[in-house]
């Protein structure tokens, strides 16, 4: 291949005799590949990937039909949790039929129909494409729900490996997630890459093409990501004033009815009981028919991507901390949250740093020294960054390193506690916060476990977490050393509900009433979620997560800071997360000043936000319901005021 004809030839994947090698990136780290090579009967791919220790590895063959639609599919291999999987479809004689880890069904099917497999290598989305560029009015029906379309999204010229200019098709296919998934095809179809700010798949002749591959789709995205926002925007043409609200102070705790509040522009001019309030005559008014109102909500623990912006502002969040994102694109992202030409919350940012090796995570500020530390934490400072977050395979002993450095240039520290030390030595080495309960419970568990990278940082507290009561003195008294040390936790209850609910064909518990309304291959996306119970370890198990809202409560009381995020699906799961405290034992007025006031306080931006008072941030949502008698009500946001803009 040192000419430009036999490397396009095999970037085409028309060399008979060899398979196309693509390479897998995850934020832009080299993380993993794709084989795909055509056998007798069809097409065979090989992929795997390595992120922290977790990834699929998923040997996958197919036939296709005269429409390039799947009549036979078989794939093996592990699940991004490395969960075993074994999957199967055929369609013959007018019938499908699917078998996979959490689902199986079949289907008398007439006319063209699209299997989307459960575990599917990257290359099955070129299949579809191809598929819907064959397909009548191009769309098509998909097994085993939804629909798919695709839509021509414009062309790049890119320079390969060897110098020569290759023109690629940049195709949008709407019906697998909340937004358009991007694809690249060459001129003769075939699959060219797949790009995203998180995970690239792409071959190693179009490597250097990625960041212009990446600028094409982000210029996509932002023109539909702005249409989106103009019509779900509305932005008052004077004052606005709110009537007869009920409203809910994190101050006190209370909630006090015949209320309303006058907005001029992204402030709050006055807040006084309906009769005393008198704003312009010609301000805008919405009469909130003795409707709940309290400050806007925080997620303290997101991954910005896709529409996690817009669906944090329908479910009532209005401020959120991002935990580890691209250094690129995602910055311009949260421009666009404060220019309102995308949908989303105020974001404060918060810089990931590693050390390295296999489970290095996913990001590009990986460290092995003191002077790389420095560096990176001086980089996050001079970008904006109100925090560092310290990750799990960073050498203990540059934890304080980093600490001191961000407490010197005025950041927050927090994160996974890193291997081979314990949650009371991350906080002796200067860490503010620690991400995640396992982390309290794996410190119970010091000694004896070090090795937190790999999955034995969820399967030990499963096997484990019913051993540590809130009684137990060395419970009592780490839970008083974190009291007195002032550290600050954020829990993300709703996620360690998910591993150990020990139903893998299950949605996420807390989300039964959310999944039937989104679009069906996220329904699908939400299964599979829950570890394998090893035999004989069921009760363990069974026993796991009541034992952590116990001892969420336990620290609640003797006063640890805690402070809701999800690290999941966005806005929906911070309403489970918080069902979550409340189901724990805490006092529902207490949860939604947790979920309000406290991170604004924890973040140090309590001066604009996290209370409905006079001067404060106009950032408010309007629920049907009284969260403080159920907490399962705060689901019902019927509006959301972000800096007087109504959404």
């Known amino acids: 291949m040192r000419h430009a004809l036999p490397l396009l030839a095999a970037l085409l994947g028309v060399a008979a005799a060899h398979a196309r090698e693509d390479r897998i990136l995850i934020l832009g780290n080299p993380a993993g590949s794709q084989s795909v090579s055509a056998t007798a009967a069809g097409t065979r791919v090989e992929y ?48 499908a039929s699917w078998r996979n880890r959490t689902e199986h069904g079949e289907r008398t099917q007439a006319g063209e129909a699209f299997y989307i497999p459960a575990n599917a290598p990257p290359e099955m989305l070129g299949v579809l494409a191809r598929a819907l560029l064959k397909a009548p009015d191009h769309r098509l029906p998909l097994l085993p729900a939804g629909e798919a379309r695709i839509e021509a999204a414009g062309t790049a010229v890119v320079t390969d490996a060897a110098g020569a200019k290759v023109t690629l098709s940049h195709y949008r296919i709407s019906g697998l997630d909340f937004t358009p998934t991007s694809i690249w095809l060459t001129r003769d179809g075939a699959t060219a890459a797949q790009v995203s700010g998180w995970f690239t798949v792409v071959p190693p002749a179009l490597a250097g093409a990625v960041a212009k591959l990446a600028a094409a789709q982000e210029q996509a995205d932002t023109v539909w990501s702005a249409r989106v926002a103009r019509a779900l925007t509305h932005t008052p043409k004077g004052d606005l004033v709110i009537r007869n609200a009920r409203l809910f102070d994190p101050r006190d ?194 000694p004896q476990v070090q090795e937190t990278r790999n999955r034995d940082r969820f399967i030990k ?9 809130p009684d137990k003195p060395q419970v009592r008294e780490f839970i008083d050393f974190l009291a007195r ?69 336990a620290l609640h009381d003797a006063g640890v800071t805690l402070i809701p995020g999800t690290d999941a699906l966005a806005g929906y799961t911070l309403h489970v997360e918080l069902e979550l405290y409340a189901r724990a034992g805490i006092p529902n007025a207490e949860v939604l000043r947790m979920a309000t006031l406290t991170p604004a306080e924890v973040m140090g931006v309590d001066k604009d936000r996290g209370v409905i008072a006079a001067g404060k941030l106009a950032d408010m949502i309007l629920v049907d319901g009284d969260p403080l008698h159920d907490m399962r009500d705060l689901r019902r946001v019927d509006l959301t005021l972000k800096g007087g803009k109504v959404f």
Request: charged share 25%; aromatic share 8%.
């Open 253 to 446: 705790l209370r909630a006090t009815p015949g209320m309303s509040v006058w907005i001029r522009g992204e402030r709050i001019v006055r807040v006084a009981p309906d009769a005393d309030l008198h704003a312009p005559a010609d301000a805008e008014t919405i009469d909130a028919h003795g409707r709940f109102l309290l400050p806007g909500l925080w997620d303290n623990h997101q991954h910005f991507g896709g529409v996690d912006g817009a669906l944090d502002l329908a479910n009532g969040v209005t401020s959120a901390r991002d935990m580890a994102n691209d250094t690129d694109a995602f910055p311009k992202r949260v421009a666009r949250f404060d220019a309102g030409t995308e949908l989303g919350p105020r974001v404060l940012k918060a810089g990931i740093i590693d050390g390295t090796g296999e489970f290095a995570g996913p990001t590009r500020m990986r460290v092995d020294t003191a002077a790389q530390a420095l560096a990176d934490v001086d980089w996050y400072a001079d970008h904006g960054y109100a925090q560092i977050k310290i990750y799990s395979s960073v050498k203990p002993e540059l934890v304080p390193v980093i600490a001191d450095e961000a407490h010197a240039r005025g950041l927050r520290v927090s994160g996974h506690v890193p291997a081979f030390m314990s949650a009371r030595q991350f906080v002796e080495n200067g860490a503010d916060e620690i991400q995640h309960i396992n982390f309290v419970e794996l410190n119970f568990l010091w």
């Open 485 to 553: 040390h002032h550290t600050v936790l954020d829990p993300t209850m709703a996620i360690f509900a998910g591993l150990f609910c020990g139903d893998p064909t299950a949605v996420p518990p807390g989300l039964e009433d959310v999944a039937p309304r989104l679009p069906a291959q996220i329904r699908r996306g939400l299964l599979s979620g829950a570890l394998p119970v090893p035999k004989g370890e069921e009760q363990a198990w069974g026993e796991a997560f009541p034992a952590m809202l116990r001892l969420l409560k």
């Open 461 to 469: 507290v499963a096997e484990h977490a019913r051993e540590f009561t």
């Open 48 to 95: 795997g990937y390595n992120d922290r220790g977790r990834g699929d590895h998923i040997v996958a063959e197919w036939k296709l039909d005269a429409a390039g639609v799947p009549v036979e599919y078989t794939g093996k291999g592990n699940d991004y949790m490395k969960v075993p999987v074994e999957e199967s479809f055929r369609l013959a004689d007018g019938k």
